[in-house]
């Protein structure tokens, strides 16, 4: 791999796969980046992607960024989840309004529910509610059938939902 198609490649796809990395880190932008740097050095070890047409490489570099991101949420698994500084000061502000807790309190507990489901509930759920892909896209993105998109988009949800009833967020 020559260093001007990498830079190529990188010029032409970093911005999307930042962006598809950004909406899965739950807001982490160093986690976004760190892993989009790693989805790039990845295709370094790869250099049929660069010989192939340019739209063909951006599916390619998604799986590998999903796979990357799939691995570190699993080594997360383990540990406890980690509170910032940013989240504490909001709820121990005196100013701050009753319902922003709510909320805080609700995104963490769909952010539990979410982390409850199995990898592949959860990409489908993010590919299809977060990422707003299409069905077909979806499939592509993942690599499965459509039928096992919407399969898997189905017990997910029931999932989901069987969770957030046990928080007491939905009837």
Same mark, same amino acid.
């Given at each position: 791999?020559?260093?001007?198609?990498?830079?190529?490649?990188?010029?032409?796809?970093?911005?999307?796969?930042?962006?598809?990395?950004?909406?899965?880190?739950?807001?982490? *932008?160093?986690?976004?980046?760190?892993?989009?740097?790693?989805?790039?050095?990845?295709?370094?070890?790869? *250099?049929?992607?660069?010989?192939?047409?340019?739209?063909?490489?951006? *599916?390619?570099?998604?799986?590998?960024?999903?796979?990357?991101?799939?691995?570190?949420?699993?080594?997360?698994?383990?540990? *406890?989840?980690?509170?910032?500084?940013?989240?504490?000061?909001?709820?121990?502000?005196?100013?701050?309004?009753?319902?922003?807790?709510? @909320?805080? +309190?609700?995104?963490?507990?769909?952010?539990?529910? @979410?982390?409850? @489901?199995?990898?592949?509930?959860?990409?489908?759920?993010?590919?299809?509610?977060?990422?707003?892909?299409?069905?077909?896209?979806?499939?592509?993105?993942?690599?499965?059938?459509?039928?096992?998109?919407?399969?898997?988009?189905?017990?997910?949800?029931?999932? @989901?939902?069987?969770? +957030?009833?046990?928080?007491?967020?939905?009837?």
């Amino acid at each position: 791999m020559s260093e001007v198609q990498f830079r190529r490649l990188s010029a032409m796809h970093r911005t999307a796969v930042l962006s598809y990395l950004a909406k899965r880190t739950f807001g982490d *932008p160093q986690l976004a980046e760190d892993l989009t740097q790693e989805t790039f050095l990845r295709a370094l070890h790869h *250099p049929e992607i660069l010989s192939a047409d340019r739209q063909s490489a951006l *599916p390619w570099l998604y799986r590998v960024a999903r796979n990357l991101l799939i691995d570190h949420l699993r080594s997360r698994r383990h540990r *406890p989840v980690e509170v910032g500084s940013d989240d504490l000061d909001m709820v121990f502000n005196e100013s701050a309004a009753a319902n922003e807790i709510d @909320l805080l +309190l609700t995104s963490w507990s769909v952010r539990s529910a @979410l982390a409850s @489901l199995s990898d592949q509930h959860r990409a489908v759920v993010t590919q299809i509610y977060f990422e707003e892909h299409s069905v077909n896209a979806a499939a592509e993105i993942l690599g499965v059938p459509p039928g096992t998109v919407k399969s898997r988009c189905h017990y997910a949800l029931r999932s @989901l939902r069987s969770t +957030l009833r046990e928080h007491q967020l939905v009837k």
